[in-house]
């Protein structure tokens, strides 16, 4: 079974700078894919950015950046310039190329400093 | 254009009970998910409504059941219920057209339920 694991349970930074937030994962499949949710106060759950295994480029999405590491199994989030409508917990999560569960970590909660 | 929604918001049941929550889909998605997010955690996936069938379950009991329309709206029906079964229940959509898909999951604002 595939796991995902979030080492940071809390992560604060100042308004404007920048913040990593880690991500590992273990699994034996090569056919996969990688999410961060942003999970704001209302609950619902909104795709940041996303990653599929095959490609060697790292995803970008504005502000928002991975490091993908596969040999390292690892799937860290950037977010630069940060704002105040950053402030969320977010959740990394695996999905299998050949089914549509997603495997999600324990979350980050972010904090912003203004 | 509607996105996921789910009802009802926030519900309490007492322990023993059955309860539904129901989801329908973003328009034009025909796969459905449900996942169950205890306070701290985060989300569990349950299962899988594809063509009105489940494809996929993850590791929850028989007590968990549920059910997809030709609509492609779904239910998910909780039987003899626990106190552990307090959660965000959350409803996710995409369009699969089989189970290989790299598609967008969009997600509902979920279901409180708590179980006293």
């Known amino acids: 079974a595939q796991t995902v694991t979030q080492s940071q349970p809390e992560m604060s930074v100042q308004e404007a700078e920048t913040v990593t937030l880690s991500c590992t994962y273990d699994t034996s499949e090569s056919d996969y894919y990688l999410f961060w949710y942003k999970q704001p106060p209302s609950r619902q759950m909104i795709l940041v950015i996303r990653?599929?295994?095959?490609?060697?480029q790292n995803a970008t999405e504005n502000r928002f950046s991975v490091n993908f590491q596969k040999a390292a199994k690892s799937f860290s989030l950037k977010i630069s310039d940060s704002q105040l409508g950053d402030a969320a917990m977010y959740f990394c999560?695996?999905?299998?190329?050949?089914?549509?569960?997603?495997?999600f970590g324990k979350g980050t909660h972010l904090i912003i400093q203004p | 254009d509607a996105g996921v929604t789910q009802s009802p918001t926030h519900l309490i049941k007492t322990r023993g009970q059955q309860v539904t929550l129901r989801c329908s889909p973003k328009?034009?998605?025909?796969?459905v998910s449900w996942y169950q997010q205890a306070l701290g955690q985060g989300p569990q996936f349950i299962f899988q409504?594809?063509?009105?069938?489940?494809?996929q379950r993850g590791n929850f009991p028989d007590r968990f059941s549920g059910h997809q329309f030709p609509n492609y709206s779904s239910e998910l029906n909780v039987n003899a219920l626990l106190l552990g079964d307090s959660a965000l229940y959350l409803c996710?959509?995409?369009?699969?057209?089989?189970?290989?898909?790299?598609?967008?999951?969009?997600f509902g604002e979920g279901s409180w339920l708590t179980v006293v």
């Open positions: 999560a695996y999905r299998s190329g050949g089914a549509d569960g997603l495997t």
């Open positions: 996710a959509s995409s369009l699969t057209r089989g189970l290989r898909s790299g598609n967008t999951i969009y």
């Open positions: 328009s034009g998605h025909d796969t």
């Open positions: 990653q599929e295994a095959y490609k060697q």
């Open positions: 409504y594809y063509e009105e069938e489940e494809r």
